[in-house]
């Protein structure tokens, strides 16, 4: 578990992002009015808006029991579950999502899943995670220029930023993936030169902890290597979750009863949000996300319906998102490894 002085910051950080966040997006403007104006869309849209949530979180889900199954680790969907709640909770409360992946491993180090084994399954779905968002950047980038022109202007360096810090973060993984012998020669060579500039002390334990860890990514490399066609059903089915969250921002839009905006438009100016928002160390890209909404959308949401589509999206595809995660991921603290915690401890009384 996240120690208390690390709960306490993060807290602190989250409160103060959250309400910079509602400073920034209502100062000046008439709360009751949107809240009036939100109080009267169609809420028949509003239902498989929040769908598009929970299968979100389902497909990574999905993902994990697939992954598992074909480790011969045969996990329970419902408990992939609650692995997933687990991990988007805490990935939306924790600067650059950094808690979520360490809190699913506790989980299922719970339920006797070794930690090599998890940490291979959450490093295949944060590659496939990334490289969706890396494919959607260069998509954009590249080969929709109109669209960047249209939408766009505005956001020009973030977006750009977005996607470099994305296409980063995926060739380093992919080296540690696909070259794990280089990625530890890398790895190696820069704690030393660390050490010889005396910015690090050498101790002989971090070595070796650094060394051990390396090792895990040899084990992602085998199973690429030996699983093509199952990275290739990670990635469908990761392409189906990633745009399941950015459909949310279309229903919210016909909500309003709005048209004359395509559903590509909309759905791809939420992708390129998250694209922009998802490398930038702020807990969910709090505050940012709600900003690059209102420069982008401003000519999709009109008739002064800018600010309440921000408020209804931002509000159903995040908070949503984290207030359900958060009731599953109390769930998982009573349920996961109980079970198997009371069966052995029945085998010792038998056995005693």
């Not at 719970?110 to 998890?118: D, F, G, Y």
Request: contains cysteine; glycine residues 8%; proline residues 3%.
């Amino acid at each position: 578990m996240l120690n208390k002085k690390k709960s306490i910051a993060n807290t602190i950080f989250l409160v103060l992002i959250f309400a910079l966040t509602l400073y920034s997006v209502f100062h000046g403007e008439d709360l009751p009015a949107v809240l009036r104006t939100i109080g009267e869309v169609n809420p028949w849209y509003l239902i498989p808006g929040t769908a598009g949530v929970i299968l979100f979180i389902w497909g990574e889900s999905i993902i994990i029991w697939y992954m598992f199954g074909t480790l011969d680790i045969h996990e329970k969907k419902r408990t992939c579950f609650l692995y997933s709640c687990v991990g988007f909770f805490f990935s939306a409360v924790t600067p650059s999502a950094s808690g979520g992946q360490p809190m699913q491993i506790y989980y299922m180090r719970k339920n006797k899943i070794p930690i090599p084994v998890a940490t291979l399954v959450l490093m295949i779905v944060t590659i496939t995670y990334k490289s969706v968002l890396v494919f959607v950047g260069l998509f954009v980038a590249f080969f929709q220029r109109g669209f960047v022109h249209r939408y766009l202007e505005g956001i020009l360096p973030i977006f750009y930023l977005g996607v470099a810090l994305n296409v980063g973060c995926c060739v380093a993984m992919s080296i540690l993936a696909f070259h794990p012998e280089l990625a530890k020669w890398i790895m190696m060579k820069g704690l030393r030169l660390l050490e010889k500039s005396r910015l690090m002390k050498h101790k002989e334990k971090r070595t070796k902890k650094l060394a051990d860890s390396m090792e895990q990514y040899k084990a992602t490399a085998a199973y690429f290597g030996t699983h093509k066609k199952v990275i290739f059903n990670v990635i469908l089915i990761t392409f189906f979750q990633r745009f399941s969250l950015f459909f949310v921002t279309w229903f919210v839009y016909k909500a309003f009863g709005l048209h004359g905006t395509s559903i590509y438009d909309v759905v791809m100016l939420q992708a390129v949000v998250s694209v922009s928002v998802d490398m930038l160390p702020l807990p969910g890209g709090m505050g940012i996300s709600e900003n690059l909404f209102l420069i982008i959308f401003k000519t999709v949401f009109t008739a002064g319906l800018l600010l309440p589509g921000m408020v209804l999206s931002r509000g159903i595809a995040f908070y949503v998102q984290l207030l359900f995660s958060a009731t599953l991921t109390l769930v998982a603290h009573v349920r996961i490894g109980r079970g198997r915690e009371e069966t052995t401890e029945t085998c010792e009384q038998q056995a005693g």
